[in-house]
């Protein structure tokens, strides 16, 4: 990859873990409102978010909420992005823009080739089947079906694949959460730092 990776570091609930991202140059930082080990209530993501600079992209996560529910919980919670997990629709990615959110839209790596589709968000990402599990998968198997598109791998991730996992799969970025974490739910600072230095460490040759 010669530009460099967009990269986000999700599910986030503590001020530690947001300044080590942010001090190690994370492009944006995660917060789940769902239900998840990883959940925190939308007033805890606006203490948060309220430390973090504006350069850095503030994304408020979603799975079974409607994209009404999504939008409030999003606007109380004062971030700037809504990723939305889940069976979605094309009226969801516009009512999120509509209100004024950048927009990241989820797929599972083996959805129908429809859903990989442009509807408008900022960013496709590109999931596990399980989102959070932090399962792998074959990153470079939606290479050609996302060609062109603007979209972040995601699923598995660790400072030990990221960087081939660019590579394979030429996503535009990376999004991390169990990848990072000393126990479920649980963040290690020493992790999110390697891994945002790993993301932008240039695959060997082989
Ligand atoms: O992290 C969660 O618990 C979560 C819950 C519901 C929807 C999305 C969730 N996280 C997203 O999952 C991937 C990270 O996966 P992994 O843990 O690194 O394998 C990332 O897109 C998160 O935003």
């Not at 999700?10 to 873990?17: H, K, P, R």
């Not at 850095?56 to 606007?75: G, H, K, P, W, Y």
């Not at 516009?94 to 004024?100: C, I």
């Not at 394979?168 to 739910?185: K, L, N, P």
């Amino acid at each position: 990859m010669s530009q460099k990776p967009f990269v986000k570091v999700c599910g986030l609930s503590t001020e530690t873990d947001v300044a080590v991202s942010v001090e190690h140059g994370a492009d944006a930082v995660g917060f789940v409102l769902t239900k998840s080990p990883r959940e925190v209530s939308p007033q805890r993501a606006a203490e948060l978010v309220a430390g973090v600079p504006e350069t850095v992209a503030t994304v408020a996560v979603f799975r079974s909420e409607t994209v009404d529910q999504a939008i409030q919980l999003a606007t109380e919670a004062k971030v700037g992005w809504i990723q939305l997990h889940g069976h979605r629709t094309p009226e969801d990615v516009k009512a999120v823009k509509a209100a004024g959110f950048h927009a990241i839209r989820a797929v599972r790596m083996d959805a129908d080739h429809s859903e990989f589709e442009d509807w408008g968000e900022d960013f496709l990402l590109i999931d596990a089947a399980v989102p959070g599990s932090g399962e792998s998968w074959d990153y470079k198997a939606v290479r050609e079906l996302a060609a062109g598109r603007r979209w972040l791998v995601a699923g598995g991730l660790s400072a030990q694949n990221v960087a081939e996992a660019l590579e394979e799969s030429q996503a535009t970025g990376a999004d991390v959460s169990s990848g990072v974490e000393s126990s479920r739910g649980v963040k290690d600072p020493e992790l999110i730092s390697g891994f945002l230095d790993a993301s932008r460490a240039e695959t060997p040759a082989v």
